[in-house]
């Protein structure tokens, strides 16, 4: 005597109307990238992740030394490139939840449209120098102004001298978030069971016949 197991199992997915779903983890960190196009032909990209501990809308603020650790944010980077759309510099100033930038700053609003209303971000790494940072607290002139008060800026900054040079302006920043693996695997699932729920309506008119009585065993 021989269990018949294909056909159990065949019955077993014609048949049965009980769902398959997946299970989506919910983690809170969060990748976002932005971009800027200035005047004079310059741009930027960059990009950020904030740690599992961090609100849906946050401002991270430099103590006014460097390294030091953040509070919301676990990486950070910028890269900037020229007219001709070739890389000038990279870097990046907040590595595994430590920042050597000390003018570092970064807002993030998940309810404005312009949602980084206050940034102050560069390509500073220990070894770099000069450097590039955007800040909408530093007016063309290199002088500290009240966030938000003037356009965002880009500068090249030189440590050595500590000047700035003004390279360009833009009028704001948005970042946008990277979609989680998560939700696109949800969103496949959905669309499967949504395809094998149209696929098992046609084949249980066909098979309703040929389907075991429950609690029944085959052999």
Do not use: H
């Amino acid at each position: 005597m021989k269990l018949q197991i294909a056909p159990v199992l065949l019955g077993m997915m014609t048949c049965s109307s009980i769902p398959f779903v997946f299970a989506v983890s919910s983690a809170q960190a969060a990748d976002f990238t932005f971009s800027a196009n200035f005047t004079n032909g310059y741009s930027a990209k960059g990009s950020f992740t904030t740690k599992t501990n961090a609100p849906a809308s946050f401002s991270e603020i430099s103590p006014g030394s460097s390294p030091f650790p953040t509070q919301f944010l676990e990486s950070q980077s910028l890269s900037i490139f020229d007219s001709t759309n070739t890389l000038l510099q990279s870097g990046s100033s907040v590595i595994n939840g430590i920042s050597n930038d000390k003018f570092f700053r970064l807002d993030y609003d998940n309810s404005l449209t312009a949602n980084l209303p206050t940034l102050d971000v560069s390509t500073e790494t220990p070894s770099q120098n000069p450097y590039y940072f955007i800040s909408n607290g530093v007016d063309p002139s290199g002088n500290p102004v009240a966030f938000g008060s003037t356009s965002y800026n880009l500068f090249l900054f030189d440590k050595i001298t500590n000047k700035s040079t003004f390279l360009g302006d833009t009028t704001g920043i948005k970042a946008t978030p990277v979609p989680e693996p998560s939700s696109v695997i949800s969103s496949l699932a959905f669309a499967a069971f949504g395809f094998g729920f149209a696929f098992k309506r046609k084949l249980n008119n066909r098979t309703a016949s040929n389907c075991p009585p429950t609690n029944v065993a085959v052999v």
